[in-house]
């Protein structure tokens, strides 16, 4: 069965913390992987990873993918109180020539405290 | 506003009854995907459809569930007889299959479900 887990489940750090937020998978057929960001509405687009090693940046927010070991991390430098939120990690299924679906984790509720 | 659309944002109904949502992908999109959310989890798929053909349908879509898209644009999600199990936030997505293989799939803001 495929599945994605996601750790920790809740973290609560201070403003100008560095924080980790990990993604482990087992999907068959893996085509991406693509991590999102949810504030008490629909999931934000953050990043869609497809090759190891390649680490994509957007401002503060870095993450990187290993296909070997099935697991991703996402990294939040200078983090501030606007950074809290559910960042939810999902594995797209290949299906012919596209993705079809997406396997979400059950998210990293992340807190920043001022 | 291009993005996503849903509609409604919130909907409460009494056990037992019909009820339909609507979802309006962004215009160039011929993909487009249902998910369920419960509070903790993250979104479950339910079923996809590529322009009007519904290609997947998950285990999660009982019976009571039904979705179309007739004309390969917006598509309707109806719950027949609902349950209080069935309440939850209704998550539309779309994407767009075009040359890259890679297709990011974006999110509508959702439509609340409460069942009586």
């Known amino acids: 069965e495929d599945k994605v887990v996601q750790s920790p489940l809740s973290l609560v750090v201070h403003e100008g913390d560095t924080v980790t937020l990990n993604c482990s998978y087992e999907v068959t057929n893996f085509r991406s992987l693509l991590w999102y960001k949810q504030e008490k509405k629909a999931p934000t687009f953050l990043f869609m990873l497809t090759s190891s090693g390649i680490e994509k940046k957007s401002g503060r927010l870095s993450s990187i993918l290993d296909k070997k070991e099935l697991f991703s991390i996402l990294n939040i430098t200078a983090t501030q109180t606007g950074d809290s939120a559910v960042y939810l990690c999902?594995?797209?299924?290949?299906?012919?020539?596209?993705?079809?679906?997406?396997?979400f984790g059950t998210g990293t509720l992340l807190a920043v405290q001022p | 506003d291009t993005g996503v659309s849903q509609d409604p944002r919130h909907k409460i109904t009494k056990r037992g009854q019909n009820v339909t949502f609507r979802c309006d992908p962004i215009s160039e999109h011929n993909r487009l995907y249902w998910y369920r959310q419960t509070l903790g989890q993250g979104p479950e798929f339910l079923t996809y459809f590529q322009n009007e053909a519904q290609l997947e349908k998950s285990r999660l879509l009982s019976d009571r569930f039904s979705a179309e898209r007739p004309k390969g644009s917006f598509s309707t999600l109806e719950i027949q007889r609902t349950e209080q199990g069935d309440s939850a936030m209704y998550l539309c997505?779309?994407?767009?299959?075009?040359?890259?293989?890679?297709?990011?799939?974006?999110f509508g803001p959702g439509t609340r479900l409460t069942v009586l």
């Open positions: 999902a594995g797209a299924l290949r299906r012919g020539g596209a993705t079809n679906k997406l396997i």
């Open positions: 997505a779309s994407s767009q299959q075009g040359q890259g293989l890679y297709n990011e799939q974006f």
